[in-house]
């Protein structure tokens, strides 16, 4: 079983839609959690960091974690063509520093 | 306000030759650690340096070796290249350990 495990996708949604990009974790004591977006030929570029269980929210993008089922997950309100791209979760299972990445998701945001 | 920033961004090297690749970490931060990004994978953790010290280590052979200086700028060397390090290499800061990391441009190898 991979440490952090994501749908490869990709995942297509039209313009002005919910997207939503889900993550699991195999280490139950994990205690940071981050969302990274990642343009093709480029580096990765952290969204969002949540820490408790419950919903964290930065403008068009929610963050949501649920420890009990080791479920992490991204929403992306009004998907515009320009949030394309692949997202990264990760998970610091110590809190130390040692991120651990899942494969990505690509999202498609059709016009 | 300089973010984290790496050189060379491209790098070809012959099997069995060594690599060193370059960061220096965004403003104010203290912890450096670098990371390898296959084609279609996410990031693997390679090491981290807090303190000019190696703090964590990922699964990575002794062939990856790297070093922390006093401004905390911080190097990744690849000795005995083999076809298998052609990747990303990234490399993040942090305020200290465990909190959030940032990513520079990165440096594309290319192992022949």
Known sequence: QKEVEQNSGPLSVPEGAIASLNCTYSDRGSQSFFWYRQYSGKSPELIMSIYSNGDKEDGRFTAQLNKASQYVSLLIRDSQPSDSATYLCAVDPLRGGKLIFGQGTTLQVKP | ?112
């Open chain 2, 1 to 112: 306000d300089a973010g984290v920033t790496q050189s060379p961004t491209h790098l070809i090297k012959t099997r069995g030759q060594q690599v060193t690749l370059r960061c220096s970490p965004k403003s104010g931060h203290d912890t450096v650690s670098w990371y390898q990004q296959a084609l279609g994978q996410g990031p693997q953790f390679i090491f981290q340096y807090y303190e000019e010290e190696e703090r964590q280590r990922g699964n990575f052979p002794d062939r990856f070796s790297g070093h922390q200086f006093p401004n905390y700028s911080s190097e990744l060397n690849v000795n005995a290249l083999w076809l298998g390090d052609s990747a990303l290499y990234l490399c993040a800061s942090s305020a200290g350990e465990g909190y959030e990391q940032y990513f520079g441009p990165g440096t594309r190898l290319t192992v022949t």
